[in-house]
T-cell receptor, first 114, second 112 residues
Framework: DTAVSQTPKYLVTQMGNDKSIKCEQNLGHDTMYWYKQDSKKFLKIMFSYNNKELIINETVPNRFSPKSPDKAHLNLHINSLELGDSAVYFC?????????????FGNGTRLTVT | KQEVTQIPAALSVPEGENLVLNCSFT??????LQWFRQDPGKGLTSLLLIQSSQREQTSGRLNASLDKSSGRSTLYIAASQPGDSATYLC???????????FGTGTSLTVIP
């Protein structure tokens, strides 16, 4: 069973379009994240979300919006796609415990904007 | 703000060598530190998690250490194999906020 799954794996689209990436976790975790990995492989947090709080990285354009229908899902919606949005987007999850818990990743969605 | 740095950025070693990857972080107020492996075009696989109260964790040929006071962690790989070739990333979870901060990664190549 895949713990954190995201779809699609590849997404090619044109500038100006709106697209969504879906993410689901079956680990029972209460916190989910979206990360962006740029061409230099640097991972940068975009959002973290649990049933209490959405934390948005202030550098993320408001064209990006997370949508969580329930605790096991955190989808990423992107409006008016730009060339610079091309990257690999990773969904992840963890349990929000005081002693900290491991971070589990999906396999990523490679977005190419043409 | 927490900053995480990994040195070296790239490393190439002959098969069989033991090697050490380094990770440093600026704020020692962390819950844990986690080491990941990323193969080309793939997601991140968790290797080891060290809680802030621990000094080290071991899994097979891998040993990770944590020195919170100095803001450092090392990942030791014994008897390296070509299959170890990948990018290795470390990440820390601070006490405040609800996110993990990642290092810049070390790209490891093990030459047969």
């Amino acid at each position: 069973d895949t713990a954190v799954s995201q779809t699609p794996k590849y997404l090619v689209t044109q500038m100006g379009n709106d697209k969504s990436i879906k993410c689901e976790q079956n680990l029972g975790h209460d916190t989910m994240y979206w990360y962006k990995q740029d061409s230099k492989k640097f991972l940068k947090i975009m959002f973290s979300y649990n049933n209490k709080e959405l934390i948005i990285n202030e550098t993320v354009p408001n064209r990006f919006s997370p949508k969580s229908p329930d605790k096991a899902h955190l989808n990423l919606h992107i409006n008016s796609l730009e060339l610079g949005d091309s990257a690999v987007y990773f969904c992840a999850s963890s349990q929000d415990r005081e002693d900290g818990s491991p971070l589990h990743f999906g396999n990523g969605t490679r977005l190419t904007v043409t | 703000k927490q900053e995480v740095t990994q040195i070296p950025a790239a490393l190439s070693v002959p098969e069989g060598e033991n090697l050490v990857l380094n990770c440093s972080f600026t704020d020692s107020a962390i819950y844990n530190l986690q080491w990941f492996r990323q193969d080309p075009g793939k997601g991140l696989t968790s290797l080891l998690l060290i809680q802030s109260s621990q000094r080290e964790q071991t899994s097979g040929r891998l040993n990770a250490s944590l020195d919170k006071s100095s803001g450092r962690s090392t990942l030791y790989i014994a008897a390296s194999q070509p299959g170890d070739s990948a990018t290795y990333l470390c990440a820390v979870r601070p006490y405040t906020g609800n996110q993990f901060y990642f290092g810049t990664g070390t790209s490891l190549t093990v030459i047969p």
